[in-house]
């Protein structure tokens, strides 16, 4: 993985998450404001710790002093936008794009990492 990719991965993912909640607002007529959780900034910032140990470096430095403190500043803003509220419909419509495309991302690399057939 690019250390551009694994910059976005934290606010993909929250954003994926948020269109999700957005949708299920919009589709239930439950809410129509969806807030900005520290839960789901953390869970982005995870699984960016997760996936931190196939990115390719540049240099080896970063993967201490780069990692680390992007991945607390994401956290750290995660929990001051905690509050904030945001419309169901702007949420879903920037999240659910974004979700079809690391859905369509995550296919690809599935696909491309499948051993091919031996034909005669």
Partial sequence: MSQRLWLAVPLLFSAAVFGLMGS???I???WSTV???PVVSGAGVAVAAAVSGGVHWRRPWQRHWLRWPYLAAVLTFGVLVGAVEVPALVTTVVGLPVLLGLVFQCLV???ESRPTA???
Wanted: charged share 15%; glycine share 6%.
């Fill in 35 to 37: 807030p900005l959780s």
């Fill in 28 to 30: 239930t007529t439950s």
């Fill in 118 to 120: 031996h034909c005669r």
């Fill in 109 to 111: 690399q599935n696909d």
């Fill in 24 to 26: 299920a607002g919009l």
